[in-house]
């Protein structure tokens, strides 16, 4: 594995952990609550009561790209898959946060930070599953797909 050093962004990548710390800090200093992507959208289409901080919560990820642009350039996106694979993909995150009753964001970056035991569980599974599948794809099953 080789490291692309001309596309290496530590400044943007440091200042994108602050602001996630700060945003899931802020949420759960003000609010008492996790900042978990799929239980926040998962609250906000069941129609849970006080869905307007969800609704924020969302927003602001949507808001995100646009307020980056006021600061850099976009990035070239270039998405190597056809679609049945990114939605059997899609299909398959959403099955393993309903399986680990959360996602990385809510596992990964608040259950973490509060020493859970569960989420080092959750994380570890996420993070071994990610590397295997992208081992077997690229490694063991080139030419397949």
Do not use: E
Request: glycine share 14%; proline share 3%; aromatic share 8%.
């Amino acid at each position: 594995m080789t490291i692309d050093w001309a596309a290496f962004t530590p400044g943007s990548a440091l200042a994108g952990g602050l602001l996630i710390g700060l945003a899931s800090a802020t949420l759960l200093a003000f609010n008492g609550r996790i900042a978990g992507i799929s239980g926040i959208i998962g609250n906000l289409l069941n129609h849970r009561r006080d869905t307007l901080w969800h609704l924020a919560f969302i927003g602001g990820l949507l808001m995100s790209p646009f307020a980056w642009k006021v600061f850099a350039a976009m990035p070239t996106i270039d998405i190597k898959a056809d679609y049945p694979s990114l939605i059997t993909a899609g299909l398959l995150v959403g099955l393993g946060t309903q399986m680990a009753s959360g996602c990385t964001s809510g596992h990964g970056v608040c259950g973490l930070s509060r020493r859970s035991i569960r989420s080092l569980t959750a994380t570890l599974i996420f993070m071994t599953a990610g590397f295997t599948t992208v081992f077997l794809i690229r490694h063991l099953l080139v030419g397949q797909f």
